[in-house]
């Protein structure tokens, strides 16, 4: 029996080891050094205690031998008898203040931040534990009835000498250990360290002494700790993975900037690799002489992406231009020399466009219960229309998307979650999902057997209308609640649920799971 419990006990101690390190190494600052703690200095000493004696503590245990190596004589001195200084039980106590500390200090600086909206610097809490655990080793010794007087004059004296033969050294080792502690830079981070005008790359080793980051461009560069703590560092791995990008396009005058943007919009969320929360977001941020700037910013979890990224954005405008018919300004002065027949023909061509969607969208419904005269010259001259082949994807699932889309021409399909197709006659509308909540297309909608011409409302134009008119909001919600009743939708939303469920089992599995 005594063989089984040992054994138990000992994997149990083993699982509490592995466990500790795995934790220590995914988590950062408090939580990593709590963890190394526990693998380094509270799991050992459990062992020992366990093998040697039990928890027995008395002077007669086998823990108090004074010939196990962790165990220090110390001469009791005019005429005192000779005392034990106990590495085990002291290192118990070490690490037993420090988890505790770092507890209630953790414990304390999550209420402060629910409170009070702030939060309590690492500084400050590492100063916090640090004198609860000298205040709590401090008592232990003195019940001990130890005098460190002696110790601390002899380490004193030896410490001065060291400490000017290997100054940089040590600078290098404690720059290191800081750096580790705190967790401001970890192995598999892209940083930005302010050196020789500034350095990128990827940390792939953290050393005694120094720490190696490798660039963009496969190379390999090393640079001391001291150096790297007493620089601006830029991590573009925490607090999360996400880290914003941003690129400057110009477009013609003559294109409205809500068109303009919801182009560019739509080219963001049909990229992969770009971060879907917080969605990318497109701006009008300067008039130049002869074009309008936008300015797209977007996130991304893997900084070693953000040229390809950027490669295929840049690419995918210039043909969404293109088809959308969106001029790239020249950056030249160039002088257009125009006819007034030719002007006052483009002229009346935009005219009467905008007549034509105003005219079409004046027509329908479920708009005009809601919307005033003004508000039908707004949308129609900041929505597009386009035509699509027979059977082209005007929605492909998936794929993120925030507009609404009405079909003027022709018909669309839509497939269901169930298998079954729905056809969109002219006149009705379909994406109110994701234009009340920016996400990916839950099904996917093709242009009929005679092709479809459809328009497209960009969502920042319809927020601007919900914002007027509240009632207008909640007609779309009642069409998306009916939709998911009779389409099947409520299939996707339990598959959705079940993938919480997934995501829970992943984060326990993390938790407990220690390898």
């Known amino acids: 029996m005594n063989i089984v419990a040992n054994l138990t006990i000992s994997l149990l101690l083993l699982y509490l080891f592995l466990a500790a390190r795995k934790q220590a190494l995914l988590r950062r600052r408090d939580a990593r050094a709590a963890g190394l703690v526990a693998a380094v200095l509270l799991v050992p000493t459990m062992a020992i205690i366990h093998w040697y004696g ?43 203040i420090y988890l505790l500390g770092t507890i209630l200090v953790d414990g304390a600086a999550f209420w402060y931040n629910r409170r009070h909206g702030g939060h309590i610097q690492a500084l400050h809490r590492g100063l916090i534990i640090g004198f609860m655990v000298t205040v709590g080793l ?19 004296a030896a410490s001065l000498v060291m400490g000017l033969a290997l100054q940089e050294p040590l600078s ?48 390999l560069i090393t640079l001391p700790n001291r150096v790297v703590g007493a620089q601006k560092v830029t991590n573009y791995g925490q607090p999360t993975l ?27 969320l049909r990229e992969p690799r770009i971060a879907n929360d917080p969605p990318p977001v497109v701006r009008t941020v300067a008039y130049q002489d ?10 991304l979890y893997d900084y070693a992406e953000q040229l390809a990224v950027k490669d295929e954005v840049l690419t995918r405008i210039w043909y969404a231009f293109k088809f959308n018919e969106i001029e790239i300004p020249f950056p030249i002065q160039t002088l257009h020399v125009k006819e007034r027949p030719q002007l006052d023909k483009e002229e009346n061509e935009r005219d009467w466009l905008v007549k034509d969607l105003h005219g079409f969208l004046h027509s329908l419904p479920f708009l005009q219960n809601h919307l005033q005269l003004q508000d039908f010259d707004f949308l129609a001259r900041n929505v597009f229309q386009r035509t699509y082949a027979p059977g082209e994807s005007v929605v492909i699932k998936g794929v993120m998307g925030d507009s609404l889309f009405i079909v003027r021409k022709g018909w669309c399909e839509v497939m269901l979650p169930t298998g079954e197709r729905k056809r969109l006659e002219a006149g009705t509308y379909f994406g109110e999902m994701a234009l009340l909540k920016a996400g990916p297309r839950s099904t996917d909608v093709n242009a009929g057997e005679q092709g479809a011409v459809v328009v497209r409302v960009d969502r920042e134009c319809m927020n601007k209308l919900f914002g007027y008119y509240p009632e207008f909001r909640e007609q779309f919600e009642s069409t998306h609640h009916a939709r998911i009743l009779e389409s099947g939708f409520a299939v996707a939303e339990a598959k959705s649920e079940e993938s919480f ?15």
């Open 290 to 299: 002869s074009a309008v700037a936008y300015e797209l910013r977007f996130f």
């Open 242 to 268: 996400r880290h914003a990008h941003r690129l400057v396009v110009s477009a013609s005058y003559n294109d409205p900037p809500i068109k303009v943007k919801e182009v560019l919009r739509t080219i963001l």
């Open 54 to 96: 039990g928890w027995d503590f008395s002077a007669a245990s086998p823990l108090n031998d004074p010939s196990r190596w962790w165990n220090i004589v110390i001469s009791g001195g005019e005429g005192k008898p000779a005392r034990i200084f106990n590495l085990v039980s002291t290192g118990f106590l070490f690490a037993s």
């Open 172 to 219: 290098n080792l404690f720059a290191g250990l800081s750096l580790d502690m705190e967790g401001a830079i970890r192995v598999g981070d892209w940083v930005r360290v302010d050196v020789d005008g500034g350095t990128v790359g990827k940390v792939v080793d953290k050393g005694w002494r120094t720490t190696r980051l490798l660039t963009l461009d496969e190379e």
């Open 501 to 515: 469920r997934q995501t829970i089992h992943r984060v326990l599995k993390d938790i407990l799971i220690p390898w």
């Open 138 to 156: 401090l008592l232990y010794l003195k019940k001990q009835e130890i005098s460190l007087t002696p110790l601390l004059f002899g380490m004193g």
